[in-house]
């Protein structure tokens, strides 16, 4: 056995277990389970993948308890789950959905596992490019509340959303389109114009802060770079298995 084996062998011994809280949508957590088994090939070589627990959940109630705002049996679904995979092993959470975040403090609360937070990573990427001002695509709930953009104003970010129509119809392209398997171009078109109008307002970049934003908009579609908060959430994920990152 080579030494590059040994050492690939002796890293997987120490990969730590990570529960995923999925299914908001399946799209986009089957992205989530794709990135982060290609991103230990990449670490591990050979035969090696992710140790995951998934739980998925149905997205039809969560979606209608959303439109309810009945946040308080949101968080008590979630927490549900992040106990489940506690139970089976977890020893980190991860929660692939940008909206779920929400509740996010009551799931780290109840289980007192490490939750890997996707705005935190998201973050940390965009510093990492020197930029400063950035757009924000997502819910209405991701794109106008602060339990979400905070984190990126924490992080020394200026955060530039659509307007109130944009909003609305940026929203309405995610639960009645992505989330149901739709990529029209007509969509990716707006999603385009949007970028556009807020690239002229001075964003430098655009985050795609929906996980399933990323399934229709990719790089060549923006003028400005794109973080993909699925590919930047996962590969998070990765360096926790690793144990490369404290979270």
Known sequence: MSTEQRTANQRTLQQRTLGIIGGMSWESTQSYYRLINEGIKSELGNLHSADLLIHSVD?????????????DELGAMMVSSGKRLQAAGAQGLLI?????????????????????????????????????????????????????????????????????????????????????????DSSRQYYCQVITDLAEQG????????????????QADSPIPVFDTTAIHAAAAVDFLLGNANF
């Open 59 to 71: 997205f039809a109630p969560i979606g209608t308890l959303q439109a309810q705002g009945a946040w």
């Open 96 to 184: 692939a959905t940008n909206t779920m975040h929400k509740v996010m403090d009551e799931v780290q609360a109840a289980t007192g596992l490490p939750i890997i937070h996707i705005a935190d990573a998201t973050a940390a990427a965009i510093k990492q490019q020197g930029l400063t001002k950035v757009a924000l695509l997502g819910t209405e709930f991701t794109m106008t509340e602060d339990f979400y953009k905070q984190h990126l104003i924490d992080a020394g970010l200026q955060v530039l959303i659509p307007d109130t129509e944009a909003r609305a119809e940026v929203h309405r392209i995610i639960y009645d389109e992505l989330c149901q398997g739709q990529f029209l």
């Open 203 to 218: 964003a430098e970049g655009v985050i795609l802060g929906c996980t399933e934003i990323g399934l229709l908009i990719k």
